[in-house]
């Protein structure tokens, strides 16, 4: 798994929790919301910038290969024949689009559950999902009654 889905995955982990937390709980972790939601923005700028930072890698470690003749040991070899080194692997699109999503969704999740409990105003969710750019979903912020719940 690569760094950038690792550590997003982490973070979601960690906010999907605060959903799960008592009301004195969840406002304690509402006391830090700008740091909280500055890491999820640092995240998702994490997984956007994947694809060139790895293009720049690539680029590199090829021009490396091509100045100075590289070669690589094939250890599953019993020979240990050398070959041309290898090129980078690319993390899968789907493993970074999947550690965003569950980001966004851990994310929107905890904001909701904060609105839900009157912890925070409709403005300031919505104010934050706009930032990261998560979409709100007009039905999330009726009653219960309202949502049919």
């Not at 105003?121 to 912020?141: F, H, M, T």
């Amino acid at each position: 798994m690569a760094y950038s889905s690792e550590i997003a995955k982490v973070l979601a982990g960690q906010v999907a929790k605060f959903v799960t937390l008592n009301r004195h709980q969840l406002a304690g972790h509402l006391a830090n919301l700008d740091f909280w939601l500055a890491e999820v923005r640092h995240c998702l700028e994490v997984l956007d910038g994947y694809g060139p930072r790895f293009e720049r890698l690539k680029a590199a470690q090829r021009e490396h290969v091509k100045q100075f003749g590289t070669e690589e040991f094939d250890l599953r070899d019993p020979c240990c024949i050398k070959g041309r080194a290898a090129s980078p692997k690319r993390a899968p699109d789907s493993e970074l689009w999947d550690a965003r999503q569950a980001l966004c969704d851990a994310t929107y999740r905890f904001l909701l559950r904060c609105f839900r409990e009157k912890l925070i105003e409709e403005a300031k969710l919505r104010q934050a999902c706009v930032s990261l750019g998560i979409g709100v979903e007009p039905n999330d912020l009726l009653g219960p009654a309202k949502r049919g719940g």
